[in-house]
C-alpha cells in the first residue's frame, strides 16, 4: 500500500520560509519522478514543482526564484523549501507522483501553508 505522508506546514509571516517534507512508502521511490502541488478551496489541485528520478527539477513560474524541490532517495523523502512566502501561496500541500510519469496514487493528508499578509 502507497503511502504518502506530508509535513512541515505551518503559519508564517509573509517573507518568510517553511520547510515541506514527504515521506513515501510503498514504491520504490528512487525510480519515479515526484511533484509538489497545492489546493485552495475552490480550486483544482496546481502541480507547483517537479523532480526528476535523476534529480533535474522544474517549477511553475509563480514559485520560480523562491521554492527549491529535493529529493533524499535513501530516506524516500520528497522535500520543499519555500522561501520569500507570500499569501498567495497559502494552500493545502501535497506530494505524489509527477503526473508526465502516468501514474497517481491515492492522496495524503497534505500540510497547509498559511501565509499572513
Known amino acids: 500500500q502507497v503511502q504518502l505522508v506530508e509535513s512541515g506546514g505551518g503559519l508564517v509571516q509573509a517573507g518568510g520560509s517553511l520547510r515541506l517534507s514527504c515521506v513515501v512508502s510503498?514504491?520504490?521511490?528512487?525510480?519515479?519522478?515526484m511533484g509538489w502541488f497545492r489546493q485552495t478551496p475552490g480550486r483544482p489541485r496546481e502541480l507547483v514543482a517537479t523532480?526528476?528520478?535523476?534529480?533535474?527539477?522544474n517549477y511553475v513560474d509563480s514559485v520560480k526564484g523562491r521554492f527549491a524541490i529535493s529529493r533524499d532517495n535513501a530516506k524516500n523523502t520528497l522535500s520543499l523549501q519555500m522561501n520569500s512566502l507570500k499569501p498567495e501561496d497559502t494552500a493545502v500541500y501535497y506530494c505524489n507522483v509527477d503526473p508526465m510519469a502516468g501514474v497517481r496514487y491515492s492522496w495524503g493528508q497534505g500540510t497547509q501553508v498559511t501565509v499572513s499578509s
Open positions: 523532480i526528476t528520478s535523476g534529480g533535474t527539477t
Open positions: 510503498g514504491i520504490v521511490f528512487r525510480a519515479y519522478p
